[in-house]
């Protein structure tokens, strides 16, 4: 076995529990506060589009798909409804090739000029259908770590902690020190165990994720 | 966010480098970074589990969010740690740190609608930084251009260790 716990099992579980509720303290502080850490700080079309007249000259982020380009406007709603005129859409819109087309989706921050026209400072393009592959390979990414994760460690029940797998030859050894137990192990044994899980693993996956 | 295998694969593409130059990081530790890579995205539990539902159960509001940001991803990473045996836990919270900041770093570069990045440092600070405005999540070239440089370091990594295992015969 190796280096024992610094604290004992009950500083390891002290410290866990610590932890998990700091993290779950966190969790429900980010709740209640009106600044979310991930979300923009700013009005969206959610908010915009039953009641523009409350937003006029303020910053707010559209989002909706194209169905006008001279000039380019958008509708905020599957329905076709919420309109709003874009102004400099084509030049603000940084992941642009070319012009915005009736159809294109896109996301765009600025000012509300007047009830029905926002003044672009900045903006993406973005197509609905790009979502499910983000999806997929997202799930395939997840499923790799895993995976190797659960192919290189095991959980070892006398000290109630992962090891990995390919320690469990060197057992015998009690030297404390990390660096010197892993060297002290037969090199070309371990070698020999990383070549036939490197072989299978990235290639399989970086394969999927080519699609 | 960029998609987790993109994250995954640089976290990967990191690890294996770092393999080369310290002796102590194998497959196992190389995981480890990976896993880093992957944990600010524990959030997108949110996609099966939203926090309204959570608010719900609880009775008090409720965000993932903070699992994304730097003091949240510090908190996952010792926690992830703890489950590791002693020997190893050091080393783990270097590697998982290491992959930790390759994912804010590659979520700060995206592209945002405002040009704003996300609140890394809340609680400490609201503070957005300015987005890097390089790529989408949903961007099929990060994951093909990082998939291309994990594939070579694969191969490099397996030509070193038998290399180096027949001069050992």
Redesign the interface.
């Known amino acids: 076995m190796g280096v024992s716990e610094p604290f004992g099992q009950r500083g390891r579980l002290l410290a866990g529990v610590l932890l998990f509720t700091l993290l779950i303290g966190m969790l429900l502080v980010a709740g209640t506060t009106a600044n979310d850490p991930l979300e923009h700080q700013y009005p969206t079309d959610v908010e915009v589009t039953p009641t523009p007249e409350m937003y006029v000259g303020e910053q707010v982020i559209l989002g909706g798909r194209i169905v006008d380009t001279d000039p380019v406007t958008i509708a905020t709603r599957a329905s076709g409804y919420g309109r709003f005129t874009l102004v400099d859409a084509n030049t603000e819109v940084r992941n642009l090739e070319g012009s915005l087309q009736t159809g294109d989706h896109v996301t765009v921050f600025g000012t509300l000029e007047d009830e029905n026209t926002l003044v672009v400072e900045y903006g993406l393009t973005q197509s609905p259908d790009d979502r499910s592959y983000m999806f997929l390979v997202s799930f395939l990414g997840g499923l790799w770590v895993a995976g190797r994760f659960l192919t290189g460690w095991r959980f070892d029940r006398k000290t109630l902690a992962f090891v990995p797998r390919a320690d469990t030859k060197a057992q015998g050894d009690d030297s404390p020190d990390t660096n010197s137990r892993s060297l002290s192990f037969d090199e070309t044994d371990l070698k020999g165990t990383h070549e036939s899980k490197s072989t299978t693993e990235p290639d399989r996956h970086t394969k999927r994720g080519d699609r | 966010m960029a998609?987790?295998?993109?994250?995954?694969?640089v976290?990967?593409i990191v690890g294996v480098s770092l393999s080369f130059r310290y002796?102590?990081i194998?497959?196992?530790q190389v995981?480890l970074v990976?896993?880093g890579a992957?944990a600010p995205?524990f959030?997108?539990i949110g996609l099966f589990v939203p926090?309204g539902y959570v608010?719900h159960l609880?009775g008090?509001?409720?965000?993932?969010?903070?699992?994304?940001?730097l003091?949240?991803t510090v908190?996952?990473i010792?926690?992830i740690s703890?489950?590791?045996?002693?020997?190893?836990r050091?080393?783990a919270i270097i590697l998982l740190a290491i992959g930790v900041a390759t994912h804010l770093v590659l979520d700060i570069a995206l592209?945002?609608?405002?040009?704003?990045a996300?609140?890394?440092f809340?609680?400490l600070s609201?503070y957005?930084p300015p987005s890097g405005?390089l790529y989408?999540?949903?961007?099929?070239w990060p994951?093909?251009v990082a998939?291309t440089i994990?594939?070579a370091l694969?191969a490099g990594?397996?030509y070193r260790?038998?290399s180096?295992?027949s001069s050992?015969l």
């Not at chain 2, 703890?82 to 190893?88: G, T």
């Open positions: 998609d987790v295998l993109t994250h995954v694969l976290g990967y002796d102590w194998k497959t196992e995981t990976m896993l992957l995205d959030m997108k926090d608010a609880l008090v509001p409720f965000s993932w969010s903070p699992l994304h940001t003091v949240g908190i996952v010792s926690l703890l489950l590791l045996a002693p020997e190893y050091k080393g592209l945002t609608p405002t040009g704003e996300y609140a890394v809340w609680p609201s957005r405005g989408l999540s949903t961007d099929r994951a093909l998939a994990a594939v694969w990594r397996r260790s038998e180096a295992a050992d």
